[in-house]
T-cell receptor
Framework: GAVVSQHPSRVICKSGTSVKIECRSLDFQATTMFWYRQFPKKSLMLMATSNEGSKATYEQGVEKDKFLINHASLTLSTLTVTSAHPEDSSFYIC???????????????FGPGTRLTVL | SQQGEEDPQALSIQEGENATMNCSYKTSINNLQWYRQNSGRGLVHLILIRSNEREKHSGRLRVTLDTSKKSSSLLITASRAADTASYFCATVPNSGYALNFGKGTSLLVTP
């Protein structure tokens, strides 16, 4: 149980286009989902916390208008990279917690990640 | 902000040997978690240790936590080639639930 999927797994796009990445909790409801970004051989950087039915909470330094997050249902959150540029190329990973996910010991279940390459 | 710092950055051992990875952090935490990531994949939760715990075991994994030194270690005993992966520690602060990841240790286990 507690499987999180991401789609697509890999995307290549031209500079200036927008890319949507989906994160789904397959067998549980996730009121809270998290979006991370990971550079090669680097750690994960939390970008934003996505709450179902409300606006996402962005970390300092993350542009809200650049990285649009929508959490329309208890099993789906989407991250849209708008007007993507080569510097947006990265590995994007989402995670979800069962239930509200506001407990400090709630396990986060991670998706397999999406490799974005912007040409 | 990234808080955990793992060392070593890379570790290469042979099957059957033990692998020890360390993690240091800077501020007070509620708990510390270790994750594993295979190349180009998502993360898998391995173990969570709370701030009032000193040691925890799970199968071949042993985690210690020293809050006075703000450090933790992950020991993998009798390593296997399949243990080859990157290992990250992540801390959860006292006031919140967001994970703060370290830079990870890349472990290579050769047959």
């Amino acid at each position: 149980g507690a499987v999180v999927s991401q789609h697509p797994s890999r995307v290549i796009c031209k500079s200036g286009t927008s890319v949507k990445i989906e994160c789904r909790s397959l067998d549980f409801q996730a009121t809270t989902m998290f979006w991370y970004r990971q550079f090669p051989k680097k750690s994960l950087m939390l970008m934003a916390t996505s709450n179902e039915g409300s606006k996402a909470t962005y970390e300092q330094g993350v542009e809200k208008d650049k990285f649009l997050i929508n959490h329309a249902s208890l099993t789906l959150s989407t991250l849209t990279v708008t007007s993507a540029h080569p510097e947006d190329s990265s590995f994007y990973i989402c995670s979800a917690t069962i239930g509200a996910g506001k407990g400090s010991t709630d396990t986060q279940y991670f998706g397999p990640g999406t490799r974005l390459t912007v040409l | 902000s990234q808080q955990g710092e793992e060392d070593p950055q890379a570790l290469s051992i042979q099957e059957g040997e033990n692998a020890t990875m360390n993690c240091s952090y800077k501020t007070s935490i509620n708990n510390l978690q270790w994750y594993r990531q295979n190349s180009g994949r998502g993360l898998v939760h391995l173990i969570l240790i709370r701030s009032n715990e000193r040691e925890k075991h799970s199968g071949r994994l042993r985690v210690t936590l020293d809050t006075s030194k703000k450090s933790s270690s992950l020991l993998i005993t009798a390593s296997r080639a399949a243990d080859t992966a990157s290992y990250f520690c992540a801390t959860v602060p006292n006031s919140g639930y967001a994970l703060n990841f370290g830079k990870g240790t890349s472990l290579l286990v050769t047959p």
